[in-house]
Structure formats: C-alpha cells, structure tokens
C-alpha cells in the first residue's frame, strides 16, 4: 500500500527565513505526489503536484518540491516565508487506483515575525 | 467559478437528531467526496460520487448517509450520532473521477455532537 510521512509534525521559523517540509513516500510503483496547504478554518488547497517528468516542481505562492526517487522524498522548500504562509501542510500520494488521496500526518508551519 | 460552498459553517446536534450538511459546485466536476477532520488529524476519506454514483464508501456507519441528488450537489445526512462523530467535514470535488488528485476543497462544516 502507498503511503506518506511527514517527518515534522510542526516546524517554527522566523519572517523571510528559508524553510523546508519533509516528506518521505513509500510505493513499489509509479507513484503520483502532493503538497496541500490549509489555512486556519479553511478547507485544502493544492500547492504542487508531481506526476511526472521534471521533478523540481514549482507551486503557488512560491513554493516548490523535489521529487527524489533513490531517497523515497518529496520535501516542500520556500526560500522565504511570510507570516501568511502560517498553516498546515499535507503531503499525499494518490492510491494504487488513482482515485483516492491519501494524506500524511500533516506539519505545521508556524512563522514567526 | 472555483469555489466549493458548503453549508452550514457550524452545527450542533444532539444524538437523536438529523440533520444534513449540504455542498455545491458548479465547476461542472462529476466527482465529489466528503472526508471528516479529527483536530490535529489529516482528512480521511468517507465516501466518493462519480457521475453521480456512489463510488467509494471507506466502511462509514450507517449513522452518515450520503446523497448525490444532481451533478452540482452533495448532501451527508446525520442521523444518531455519537459524541466521537465530532469533527470537521470536508466537501471536495474533481473534474472527473481520475483528476483525483486535483481536489477543490470547501471551508467545511465544523460538527459538535453533544
């Protein structure tokens, strides 16, 4: 079965400094991943995807991810955050049937001024 | 339009009561889901429509009932619910059954079973 870790449940960082979300996958097949964001008392919002081809993944808000398949990652990077970018963040992978998002534990990023 | 509307934003109910949480799109999507959300929890997966039918139920009591009643709609009605039945409930829709992985989210309905 295809899973997710997220390998911080939360990661404290101050105003305009780099940040990293780590994410690790396990599959034994093609495997399709995911960063969501969901700001507090919203629902998700796709950031990134990774399906195939390059696997430096450029998303919104100035995220992007690196699919890396020898380490089994695919961790989240903004090389400066804002106070807005407070939220959690979902890793997910989509299921050997390609009709159901499985998601990781979550991490929350919390930026501080 | 790519928004996900759900209503309402909160809910209390008692264990005896019914009551439904309803969702709408009108991105022309002919997948929907409903996930709950535990506090500090990631979303689980309760039920997928595709094309209106019901294609994933992930072993949910019979106490949630789901209802596609057209293409735009989603409705979860609630029926003797218990206390641990509190949570977020989160409606989604996709393009279609295998655009999966590109969800559109709604706010949610945050439910308190008292």
């Known amino acids: 079965a295809q899973s997710v870790t997220q390998l911080d449940s939360q990661v404290p960082v101050f105003e305009e400094a780099p940040v990293e979300l780590r994410c690790n996958y396990s599959?034994?097949?093609?495997?399709?991943l995911f960063w969501y964001v969901q700001y507090p008392n919203q629902g998700l919002q796709l950031l990134l995807k990774y399906l195939s081809g390059s696997t430096l993944v450029k998303g919104i808000n100035g995220f992007e991810a690196e699919f890396n398949k020898s380490q089994t990652s695919f961790h989240l990077r903004k090389p400066s955050v804002h106070i807005s970018d407070t939220a959690e963040y979902f890793c997910?992978?989509?299921?050997?049937?390609?009709?159901?998002?499985?998601f990781g534990a979550g991490t929350r990023l919390a930026v501080h001024p | 339009d790519t928004e996900v509307t759900q209503t309402p934003k909160h809910l209390v109910m008692g264990m005896t009561n019914k009551k439904s949480l309803k969702c709408e799109q009108h991105m022309g999507h002919r997948a929907m889901y409903w996930y709950k959300q535990k506090a500090k929890k990631p979303p689980e997966l309760m039920f997928v429509?595709?094309?209106?039918?019901?294609?994933i139920n992930e072993s949910v009591p019979s106490r949630f009932s789901p209802e596609c009643p057209n293409s735009s709609l989603l409705n979860l009605h609630l029926h003797a619910l218990q206390p641990e039945d509190s949570a977020l409930y989160l409606c989604a829709s996709s393009q279609d059954p295998a655009r999966a992985y590109e969800q559109y989210f709604g706010p949610g309905t945050r439910l308190t079973v008292t």
């Open positions: 429509y595709s094309y209106e039918k019901l294609s």
């Open positions: 599959s034994s097949v093609s495997v399709y």
């Open positions: 997910a992978v989509l299921s050997g049937g390609y009709n159901k998002l499985i």
